[in-house]
């Protein structure tokens, strides 16, 4: 049976879109695993619409993909999307320390897992 490796979303609402999301199995051994990402336009911020997006891809990621666990990184210092995360059943798993460059400044990253069905 062909699996597919990933799903992506753009969510055109209103006129310029709301935002994005995507789902991507991972290589390798982990093969139930798959990296979630989204972003949604600033004008669309606090409407629930992450929370719900992030629900339904969960949903699709594990139905149409097979996914027993999926995994979201959120640059440190962004509550808002680890809350959506959050509403969603994901747990902090770790805390990556220096892991990327943004504007110019060293930041950690925290990674959030949901092993549990949505």
Known sequence: MLVPKCCHFYCPRAQGGVGSISVERKDGDENNVGDLGYMILTPWWSK??????VRQMC???????GLERISATVFEGNRASERVLEKNGFRLEETITGAVVKGGKVMDVRVYCNNDSV
């Open 48 to 53: 629930g619409i992450g929370t719900e997006a």
């Open 59 to 65: 949903g699709i990621a594990r139905e149409e993909l």
